[in-house]
């Protein structure tokens, strides 16, 4: 089916779609299911944090001011770029001293003034959803705002990081594939020495931060170590992307339950955690989170395993942002489908019969039907 940008809200996909802030262009791709579709493919600058953006750059620029005065991003970026993460570490290293020093210094002196003993600092874990700020929770707003140093993943929305208030130090911590600019034991240590010296510090992660976000394993950390943690959920991708493209998730008749999977396997590699034959119920709705380059993998496991082949699909990339695309196509067809639109990282994957209640399904259909009786038209008249 056909590959579509954003369309306003709830509402039909339009015929055709302007973008006033992105490059985009037209091109003909190949499909089973309509030879001679058109797609919409748009290059536009990603909504979040990634490794080597000037804003990520520009946020991070007072850890590494200690270096010297005439220093500028280009070294980092360069460092990232290239995957060298010690050398990006290394860099920021002097200045991420410097300001935990001056938090110990501070509160020494806020314990001296008070004549008491004070306990450590917190740390928050906060979900921001899947992308839309419109989405986070007005908990979640006050956490970021009252926030004196912030770590950030990688698929926090810019739009969301603008929240930060002015006083506020943030730090990259996000991952990609190939290139990891913390390992999670790096991560743990910083909230912890942070925390330990009194630091009001938030962990800002997309969607939900006890859904796949390894929330779990920071949360048991830091209270092992005696620091209070506390847990601000957010609206996990797959209930924020399945609103916007107007998916139940679940459905009395049609899907009973609905099941969460990790497209990752633990180790790495192209195939999914094995979970396949337990996952292809045709009464449950599949969400796969992380999934893009398991795909081809999953998808011929599920249809081994019972899951017909012409289930309903969808795969959204960057989900509820103004530089969202999908792809509807049935599950025999998805993994040619999301490889002809040439799909990015992040993409959510929604897997079941409830994808053909969407209204953008059923538009999508009959722009296939259309492209398809056009198609036979143009054969008769040769």
């Known amino acids: 089916?056909?590959?579509?940008?954003?369309?306003?809200?709830?509402?039909?996909?339009?015929?055709?779609?302007?973008?006033?802030?992105?490059?985009?262009?037209?091109?003909?791709?190949?499909?089973?299911?309509?030879?001679?579709?058109?797609?919409?493919?748009?290059?536009?600058?990603?909504?979040?944090?990634?490794?080597?953006?000037?804003?990520?750059?520009?946020?991070?620029?007072?850890?590494?001011?200690?270096?010297?005065?005439?220093?500028?991003?280009?070294a980092s970026s360069a460092a990232a770029a290239s995957g060298r993460r010690d050398d990006e570490i290394a860099l920021q290293l002097p200045e991420l001293r410097r300001l935990l020093e001056a938090l110990k210094?501070?509160?020494?002196?806020?314990?001296?003034?008070?004549?008491?003993?004070?306990?450590?600092?917190?740390?928050?874990?906060?979900?921001?959803?899947?992308?839309?700020?419109?989405?986070?929770?007005?908990?979640?707003?006050?956490?970021?705002?009252?926030?004196?140093?912030?770590?950030?993943?990688?698929?926090?929305?810019?739009?969301?990081?603008?929240?930060?208030?002015?006083?506020?130090?943030?730090?990259?911590?996000?991952?990609?594939?190939?290139?990891?600019?913390?390992?999670?034991?790096?991560?743990?240590?910083?909230?912890?020495?942070?925390?330990?010296?009194?630091?009001?510090?938030?962990?800002?992660?997309?969607?939900?931060?006890?859904?796949?976000?390894?929330?779990?394993?920071?949360?048991?950390?830091?209270?092992?170590?005696?620091?209070?943690?506390e847990v601000v959920p957010g609206i996990t991708s797959a209930s924020g992307i399945a609103a916007e493209l107007g998916i139940p998730l679940t459905h009395r008749g049609v899907a009973t339950s609905v099941r969460f999977l990790t497209g990752h396997s633990r180790n790495g590699g192209t195939d999914p955690l094995f979970v396949a034959e337990n996952a292809a119920d045709p009464d449950t709705t599949l969400v796969v989170y992380m999934g893009l380059s398991t795909l081809p993998s999953l998808a011929p496991k599920l249809?081994?395993?019972?899951?017909?082949?012409?289930?309903?699909?969808v795969a959204v990339e960057r989900g509820t942002t103004p530089q969202q695309r999908m792809v509807f196509a049935t599950l025999k067809d998805l993994v040619d489908e999301v490889h002809s639109a040439d799909l990015v990282s992040p993409t959510l994957i929604i897997i079941g019969k409830v994808v053909a209640l969407s209204p953008f399904w059923v538009e999508s259909s009959e722009q296939d039907a259309l492209t398809n009786e056009n198609s036979h038209k143009t054969e008769a008249k040769r």
Not at 26 to 55: L, M, W
Not at 124 to 150: E, F, H
Not at 193 to 219: I, Q, W, Y
Request: proline share 7%; hydrophobic share 40%.
């Open 303 to 313: 249809m081994k395993h019972g899951l017909p082949p012409n289930t309903p699909a």
């Open 1 to 74: 089916m056909a590959l579509a940008l954003r369309p306003p809200r709830f509402q039909p996909l339009a015929a055709s779609i302007s973008a006033t802030s992105t490059s985009c262009a037209t091109s003909a791709r190949p499909s089973s299911s309509s030879p001679a579709a058109a797609a919409a493919i748009c290059a536009a600058a990603s909504p979040f944090t990634e490794a080597t953006s000037s804003s990520r750059y520009r946020r991070d620029a007072w850890s590494y001011t200690a270096q010297d005065s005439s220093f500028s991003s280009p």
């Open 105 to 229: 210094a501070s509160r020494g002196k806020g314990l001296e003034g008070a004549g008491a003993a004070s306990g450590p600092g917190r740390v928050a874990l906060v979900g921001t959803g899947p992308g839309d700020p419109d989405l986070l929770t007005l908990k979640a707003v006050r956490a970021i705002q009252d926030a004196d140093l912030v770590l950030y993943d990688r698929l926090v929305s810019n739009e969301v990081l603008d929240l930060v208030g002015q006083g506020a130090r943030l730090l990259y911590v996000g991952k990609t594939a190939g290139y990891h600019s913390r390992t999670q034991e790096e991560i743990h240590e910083l909230l912890l020495s942070f925390a330990e010296a009194g630091a009001n510090v938030v962990r800002l992660k997309g969607g939900d931060p006890l859904v796949f976000g390894r929330g779990g394993e920071e949360m048991d950390f830091l209270q092992q170590q005696g620091i209070r943690v």
